[in-house]
């Protein structure tokens, strides 16, 4: 009995070494546009934003970004994936595309194909008898960020224009020849390094810190859905669009249910106008209109933030010169004493401009004085 329980055990052992255990699959990490590797090396390069420019007479639109670069200049792969559509003949060459899964594509095209010397000297007229395109790279080849797929030249329709790597972002919830082409534009920018904080269009604007804090602080998210890598800082900040920020900043969430004004049944803010009207913060801007869509005026400004951070005194010094008998002076008085405004018009700053629209970056820049964010 005892030798036949060691051999079963034995025989056992056999067949559980002789049956591998499969590894698990090592997961491709998520594909984030934000977090792209720049995809042309060295510093001779120049990005030009012409998503969407008009191509042979508006015929067809320009779907990617190109990057004006010396014949030669390095180019790679920015994220992780899998080589498609390579050119595979010299009479095709030369471009690729990658696969970076859950429907993101990258593709680069224009790649050299002309003759190099053994001095790394591209010969004149050889165009179609090079190759651009990395060695061993083929369909299915698995690439890594920043990993070199080719070089900057000027194949295909671009032989007569100045070299340069024409880049498209693409993303698809099917097949990738359904895939739709996206602005790269700010990603690049992000990518390369010019991009600060966490919108692509405020880095010039005084206020961009403050864009960013308020962003943090969950006030805003961005203005150009569904990507919000947009801030839109020198548009002017409407009252639908203030009653969000308010909503947001004081975590509103009690509303009447009811339609209020005439012009916000199925408008986009009409909840956030719900949540702040109830709070007793809102106002219309008549007795049945809301007038979500309207700039928000400097006076409205100030009777909101006075009512929404609960500022009351002191109200009692006539601060500027241009708001007597305004509707809001006294608003705008306390924020004034409060520190919160200065006025519009430097050095005397003796005037508050009550009727004067403001941008979505000036805003920022109130709600940061309040200690909103």
Request: hydrophobic share 40%.
């Amino acid at each position: 009995m005892r030798r036949s329980i060691i051999l079963a055990t034995l025989f056992s052992l056999i067949l559980g070494l002789a049956i591998p255990v499969s590894a698990a699959p090592a997961e491709q990490p998520q594909f984030d546009p934000d977090e792209m590797v720049f995809p042309v090396g060295g510093d001779e390069y120049r990005i030009t934003d012409s998503f969407g420019d008009c191509r042979d007479g508006c015929a067809r639109s320009h779907e990617g970004v190109d990057i004006m670069a010396p014949k030669g200049t390095p180019v790679y792969a920015v994220a992780d994936g899998t080589a498609t559509w390579v050119s595979a003949a010299p009479d095709d060459c030369c471009r690729l595309g990658i696969d970076h899964g859950n429907g993101w594509y990258t593709r680069y095209l224009h790649l050299n194909d002309d003759v190099v010397d053994k001095n790394g000297v591209y010969k004149e007229n050889t165009d179609g008898r090079g190759w651009g395109i990395a060695e061993g790279i083929v369909d299915g080849t698995e690439l890594k960020a920043g990993q070199l797929i080719g070089w900057v030249g000027d194949s295909g329709n671009a032989a007569e224009t100045v070299t340069h790597l024409h880049f498209e972002l693409r993303r698809t919830e099917g097949d990738e020849w359904d895939a739709v082409a996206i602005d790269a534009y700010p990603y690049l920018l992000r990518a390369e390094g010019n991009w600060i904080g966490q919108f692509f269009d405020d880095d010039d604007s005084v206020h961009q810190a403050n864009i960013d804090k308020i962003f943090a602080a969950g006030i805003t998210v961005g203005c150009n859905p569904p990507l919000n890598n947009e801030f839109c800082p020198r548009d002017s900040i409407t009252r639908g669009q203030m009653a969000a920020f308010i909503a947001r900043a004081l975590g509103l969430t009690e509303m009447s249910g009811e339609t209020r004004f005439d012009d916000l049944s199925g408008h986009q803010f009409e909840q956030a106008v719900d949540k702040i009207v109830t709070a007793g913060i809102g106002f219309g801007c008549d007795a049945d209109s809301y007038c979500p869509n309207r700039p928000l005026q400097r006076d409205e400004m100030a009777e909101l933030l006075a009512r929404a951070f609960d500022y009351t005194s002191p109200s009692d010094v006539d601060v500027f010169a241009d708001d007597n008998g305004n509707q809001f002076e006294r608003s705008i008085n306390i924020l004034a004493a409060n520190g919160i405004t200065v006025g519009c018009n430097p050095p005397a700053f003796d005037n508050y401009c009550p009727s004067e629209t403001l941008t979505r970056a000036q805003m920022a820049t109130f709600f940061v004085r309040v200690g909103a964010a």
